[in-house]
């Protein structure tokens, strides 16, 4: 039984990561300082006797025994790590030193869920892991793109300094149920509206592309990286190529969703980045990983928990 702690399990992300981890019978702790998680997110498992939840920020050092470490914990939309961005620098930055300090200590093989963001607004297209990125010092945006880039560069400041296991996974767009229904990503945003029958916001003229990646084929390519050979470290792009405009997605929604929604058009925040398509070679010939789930099977599971969850439609 692997003892594994889980930074950011009551999260969206996290919370699925939690259930893979019991399911296979890994010892979890999960902690969280409850930001933009909820402890709803992680009920079904109060109670199990592998599962154990701790309330902590990240951004204080951690004493616990453990032999893996997933570092999810930081807000991930731009609502929310906007909200403070101070704190979501440090989140990533202290919150990486913590964790990989903790790692050092019990020698445990840690994994760190960066992004896409790194990239920021590319000039290549897709993005090979090779690729270095275009990336705004001193946006709006740059508290998180620029604090996980820090992040990067620490794991593999440890890699090389203290003979770490580290694995750097490149997260792109995922989406999937508990998701936030008010966090402003596009996903939640346009079920949302759909289902309360609210006009469909779009930002310029909806012809951006973004990747969506269904958060079962996400976890599971986590779980297959963090279990790979120790030497691989990455980094490592998991994400959906299939490439998608606004105007699609939000047709498709549309579609499952029914209802008289109709597009509404607005100004293109700063720094939106107009084109985001990971190239997937190298997980699929490292980790003989692949997405499996199709937009339109995703997006109807992620409808019917919004309807759930919101008692819309
Ligand atoms: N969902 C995506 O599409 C996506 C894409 C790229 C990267 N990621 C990364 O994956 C991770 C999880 O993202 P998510 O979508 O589940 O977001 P989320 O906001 O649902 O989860 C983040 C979790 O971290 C917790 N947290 C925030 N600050 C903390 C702190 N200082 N100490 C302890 N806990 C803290 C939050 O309460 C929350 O439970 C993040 O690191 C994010 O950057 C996600």
């Known amino acids: 039984m692997k003892k594994t702690l889980v930074t950011g399990g009551a999260g969206f992300l996290g919370s699925h990561l939690c259930d893979k981890l019991i399911e296979r019978g890994d010892d979890v702790l999960c902690i969280d300082n409850f930001f933009t998680g909820s402890k709803e997110n992680i009920s079904h498992l109060i109670g199990h006797k592998s599962f154990e939840l701790m309330r902590h920020d990240v951004t204080f050092p951690l004493y616990v025994e453990v032999e893996r470490i997933f570092n999810l ?46 990239y920021g607004d590319p000039d290549v297209h897709p993005q090979p892991e090779s690729y270095w990125g275009r990336v705004n010092t001193i946006g709006i945006r740059s508290c998180y793109d620029e604090g996980k880039r820090c992040a990067e560069t620490l794991f593999f400041d440890y890699y090389r300094q203290h003979q770490l296991e580290i694995k750097v996974m490149r997260i792109f767009n995922t989406y999937g149920p508990r998701m936030h229904p008010n966090d402003g990503r596009v996903v939640s945003n346009f079920i949302v509206q759909a289902l309360k029958g609210e006009n469909i916001t779009i930002y310029g003229d909806g012809q951006q592309t973004r990747s969506f990646c269904y958060v079962d084929d996400l976890i599971d390519g986590m779980v297959t990286f963090m279990d790979s050979a120790a030497d691989f470290t990455g980094p490592v792009n998991i994400g959906n190529p299939g490439e998608f405009t606004m105007l699609e997605l939000a047709e498709n929604v549309l579609h499952l969703v029914g209802g008289k929604s109709k597009l509404s058009f607005h100004d ?46």
Not at 272 to 294: G, H, T, Y
């Open 73 to 118: 914990a930081c807000p991930a939309s731009p609502i929310h790590y906007r909200h403070d961005p101070v704190q979501t620098t440090k989140t990533s930055v202290h919150g990486a030193i913590n964790m990989l300090g903790l790692a050092k200590r019990t020698k445990a093989r840690i994994l760190q869920a960066s992004t896409s963001e790194v």
């Open 268 to 313: 293109l925040p700063q720094d939106d980045p107009k084109q985001r398509q990971p190239d997937i070679a190298l997980a699929k010939s490292a980790l003989n990983w692949e997405p499996k789930v199709c937009l339109k099977d995703g997006l109807k599971e992620t409808v019917s928990y919004f309807r759930k969850t919101l008692k819309l439609g």
